[in-house]
């Protein structure tokens, strides 16, 4: 019987990637499946709550709140420039596939998004 080839780290973890894609995208297909998996995820929670390993906002010290809100500020922040990036690369992919229409349209789409994109910023400061 022949050996098994050993995966590479970066093939392992494209394999795991796969396999978690396909798993989230069987649980959001399945109602009853993704009901099952919040009631373990917020049992979970609980678990470690108890434990004291999971701490509250109101239980924690003034240093571990100003930490924790500096990490959920960062987290934030990612999250709002990876969207933000995403939808600025979809609206390039599909200008670049549509057919050619009217500068006057193309800029107003452009600047419409960029407006959207200035706003946020303001809104955060």
């Excluded at 995820?41 to 010290?61: D, H």
């Excluded at 709140?65 to 599909?94: D, E, F, G, P």
């Amino acid at each position: 019987m022949a050996r098994q080839k050993k995966l590479s780290d970066a093939e392992k973890k494209l394999k795991k990637k796969e396999y978690e894609r396909k798993r989230r995208e069987k649980m959001k297909n399945n109602a009853e499946y993704l009901e099952k998996q919040r009631e373990k995820e917020r049992l979970k929670y609980m678990k470690k709550k108890e434990k004291g390993q999971e701490k509250s906002v109101t239980a924690m010290s003034a240093r571990e709140c100003r930490q924790k809100r500096k990490q959920w500020k960062k987290n934030s922040k990612v999250y709002r420039n990876n969207t933000a990036t995403t939808a600025h690369k979809t609206l390039h992919r599909i200008l670049d596939d549509a057919p050619p229409t009217s500068p006057t349209l193309v800029l107003q789409q452009c600047r419409a998004m960029y407006s959207n994109v200035d706003v946020a910023a303001r809104n955060r400061r």
